[in-house]
């Protein structure tokens, strides 16, 4: 069973930075695509970063795009979204996942994913 844990997140002004961190156990990552989404209150989980399996392509929606980092560790088995930049839009629950199916392309559909972390949650202040 793969289990994905988040961590990093926290309370930032405006402007700052965070480096949110999902390790996984019970499976590598490594050839497997993964994905960061976010849910804010009252709205629905959206596709943030994603990173192919072979850790050569990355993703990002238009709204984080040039503010946020995916990379991977794989000596730590650990994915790394570093947040810059940071606007009060950008508070919400932040998960990772991955994808059951090795070799997989990056989807921006939550669906699409198998595993999930609990979430970290990272709030900007203004």
């Known amino acids: 069973q793969v289990q994905l844990v988040e961590s990093g997140g926290g309370l930032v002004q405006a402007g700052g930075s965070l480096r949110l961190s999902c390790s996984a156990s019970?499976?590598?990552?490594?050839?497997?695509?993964v994905g960061w989404f976010r849910q804010a209150p009252g709205k629905e989980r959206e596709f943030v970063a994603g990173l192919s399996w072979n850790g050569r392509s990355t993703y990002y929606s238009d709204s984080v795009r040039g503010r946020f980092t995916i990379s991977r560790d794989n000596t730590k088995n650990t994915v790394y979204l570093q947040i810059a930049s940071l606007k009060p839009e950008d508070t919400a629950v932040y998960y990772c996942?991955?994808?059951?199916?090795?070799?997989?392309?990056?989807?921006?559909?939550?669906?699409?994913?198998?595993?999930w972390g609990q979430g970290t949650q990272v709030t900007v202040s203004s």
């Open positions: 019970g499976r590598t990552l490594n050839n497997y695509p």
């Open positions: 996942a991955t994808d059951a199916r090795p070799y997989h392309g990056v989807s921006y559909y939550a669906p699409e994913y198998d595993y």
